[in-house]
């Protein structure tokens, strides 16, 4: 008899909470449409879906029949999400180059 295995997944919410990066869920979708992970409209791309990292889900409204697409994330997303946001973070470190000397005031140093 053939199993499958149970994947468990989150909503950006809940995986903004799990990893505890300091990212809500606005800024946690920025971060992934930056890094062309998620569409503009919060629908994860295709590659990211069948690397098993994200499941695109629509809800339609049942008042207005409007689609709105949604992102889950499964465990090995909340990985690819953390080691995302570490590479960004030292990315963001390593461009940062503070002055060699304090910004001078006039008379102030002397050489």
């Known amino acids: 008899m053939y199993y499958q295995k149970k994947?468990?997944?989150?909503?950006?919410?809940?995986a903004s909470k799990i990893l505890a990066i300091g990212l809500n869920e606005t800024q946690?979708?920025?971060?992934?449409?930056?890094?062309?992970?998620?569409?503009?409209?919060?629908?994860?791309?295709?590659e990211y879906i069948d690397k098993g990292?994200?499941?695109?889900?629509?809800?339609?409204?049942?008042?207005n029949n409007q689609a709105y697409p949604?992102?889950?994330v499964t465990e090995d997303g909340l990985k690819f999400i953390k080691q995302l946001y570490n590479e960004k973070c030292r990315e963001k470190s390593q461009n940062?180059?503070?002055?060699?000397?304090?910004?001078?005031?006039?008379?102030?140093?002397?050489?």
């Open 28 to 46: 946690l979708y920025s971060l992934l449409k930056e890094e062309n992970v998620v569409s503009f409209d919060r629908y994860p791309n295709q």
């Open 96 to 111: 940062f180059l503070p002055p060699k000397k304090p910004f001078p005031i006039e008379g102030y140093y002397q050489d």
């Open 53 to 63: 990292l994200f499941v695109g889900r629509v809800k339609i409204q049942k008042w």
């Open 7 to 14: 994947i468990t997944l989150y909503n950006i919410y809940e």
């Open 70 to 72: 949604y992102t889950l």
